[in-house]
């Protein structure tokens, strides 16, 4: 062995060998977890089959594979595509289905239609919505009353609900029941303090009516805040009921279930769509209440979703931010 290579072996040798060693070992480790965390062609073309049209077009996996991509780390497009497989993409024919379904839990305290002849409607269930003019709740009321061969005279705005119930009762006698209908209850916040403004405002009314909340689906969190407010209401005859409490897997990131194959795979996760969600809503990066929650519907987005599933960053941005299914706001 030469001098000079005994002692350089000696002296750094042994440590310099043990190091490329060590970050050879550490470079195939990461290049393993780089090619498990990689996507393929063939998931990202069955979760396109798996979702039908949102506003009127299907997403396919162009657009899939375009909307992940926007991050550069392979591990990080992994972790938006299994947000993605996990989110519940609702189809029309869904919707429509847990319209019958609702209706299905008022029937029994209904008296009994019986139908005399063929397009015969009945008319003593009113319904409505109390999410304001142009959002998704009119819709929901136009079709709940059509899947349950309710009038459609029997549908009434909420603006002009007062005059149109008088009418009603004029012509009809007072209904059976009102239905108020909805998509979703996330935080609870929010369609509770429009059921109590909305009793509030027409309580002479609906004396003898009763009032039945529906949604297509709700969280825990949302149905005990509801129930605990009408629960306090003893004027009114007043329920609430939702098709579907979502479970754990209907949320990003659920405080009371594991959904992610690891913490830190979690974390990386939540840093994630905190830095991504921070570029569209500073104040609400996971979407309003913190609630990160992975539901679409047909044609809308509910704002507790993530708001990378439905939003734009902002203009002011540097990193541009192009969402999936966008959302159209009123």
């Not at 029994?108 to 139908?115: A, K, M």
């Not at 996330?186 to 059921?195: E, Q, V, Y």
């Not at 689906?217 to 605990?228: C, D, N, R, Y």
């Not at 830095?275 to 913190?290: A, C, E, H, N």
Request: proline share 4%; with cysteine; aromatic share 8%.
């Amino acid at each position: 062995m030469l001098p000079i290579f005994r002692l350089w072996l000696v002296d750094v040798g042994v440590s310099q060998l043990f190091a490329d060693a060590l970050n050879e070992e550490l470079a195939n480790d990461i290049l393993a977890q780089e090619n498990e965390a990689l996507v393929k062609s063939e998931e990202v073309a069955a979760l396109s089959q798996q979702w039908t049209t949102y506003r009127g077009r299907h997403i396919g996996t162009d657009e899939i594979r375009s909307w992940y991509q926007q991050t550069d780390s392979v591990r990080d497009q992994r972790i938006l595509f299994e947000l993605l497989k996990r989110t519940k993409v609702f189809s029309e024919a869904h919707i429509r289905e847990r319209l019958r379904a609702a209706h299905s839990i008022l029937r029994p305290s209904l008296p009994e239609f019986v139908t005399r002849r063929r397009g015969e409607r009945r008319k003593d269930v009113v319904v409505t919505y109390i999410d304001g003019e142009g959002k998704s709740g009119a819709s929901h009321a136009s079709n709940y009353a059509e899947e349950n061969r309710i009038s459609a005279d029997c549908v009434l705005s909420r603006a002009a609900f007062g005059d149109q119930f008088r009418k009603h009762v004029e012509i009809n006698q007072s209904p059976a029941a009102v239905v108020i209908i909805d998509d979703i209850a996330a935080t609870g916040k929010s369609l509770a303090s429009n059921i109590c403004s909305f009793l509030d405002e027409f309580r002479s009314l609906l004396s003898g009516v009763k009032v039945r909340v529906l949604t297509l689906v709700a969280t825990e969190a949302a149905q005990s805040k509801i129930l605990a407010r009408i629960g306090e209401i003893d004027e009114v005859d007043i329920d609430f009921r939702s098709c579907e409490i979502l479970p754990p897997e209907a949320f990003a990131f659920p405080d009371n279930a594991t959904v992610w194959r690891s913490s830190e795979e979690e974390a990386r996760a939540r840093a994630l769509c905190n830095d991504l969600g921070v570029r569209i809503y500073p104040r609400s990066p996971l979407g309003y209440g913190g609630m990160g929650l992975l539901v679409v519907f047909p044609t809308t987005v509910p704002n507790n979703s993530l708001p990378i599933l439905h939003s734009r960053s902002r203009t002011s941005s540097q990193h541009r931010w192009e969402p999936l299914f966008p959302r159209v706001t009123n």
